[in-house]
């Protein structure tokens, strides 16, 4: 099992930055592996961020392309999620999760994950 905690959320004031973490513990395994961010507002789906495969490839959803930067450290163990210009809209409860054997055309798929987080909580209000 790979257990998954998210750390960074809180309140924010439009445009400015948050920086989300997302440390692994467990068995995890590099093989095909793909890290990604979800978010989920109050009412609504839980919608896809970002995600960056094992190759390094990295993949963004249209509302945070250009705003947001998703990494990783060399272990892949810990995923970021550098939010910046943030807006009223990107207040969510955001979702790290990992999976393996991740193809291409699921990337954004929440059924492509197998493992997910808890979530934090990021506000951006005035």
């Known amino acids: 099992q790979v257990q998954l905690a998210e750390s960074g959320g809180g309140l924010v004031q439009p445009g400015n930055s948050l920086k989300l973490s997302c440390s692994a513990s467990?068995?995890?395994?590099?093989?095909?592996?793909?890290l990604a961010w979800f978010r989920q507002a109050p009412g609504k789906e839980r919608e896809f961020v970002a995600a960056?495969?094992?190759?390094?490839?990295?993949y963004y959803s249209d509302s945070v392309k250009g705003r947001f930067s998703i990494s990783t450290d060399g272990a892949k163990n810990t995923v970021y999620l550098q939010m910046d210009s943030l807006q009223p809209e990107d207040s969510a409860a955001y979702f790290c999760?990992?999976?393996?054997?991740?193809?291409?055309?699921?990337?954004?798929?929440?059924?492509?994950?197998?493992?997910w987080g808890q979530g934090t909580q990021v506000t951006v209000s005035s």
């Open positions: 999760a990992r999976g393996n054997g991740v193809i291409l055309s699921s990337i954004r798929s929440k059924s492509a994950y197998a493992y």
């Open positions: 960056i495969r094992y190759s390094g490839h990295k």
């Open positions: 467990g068995r995890t395994s590099t093989n095909s592996l793909a």
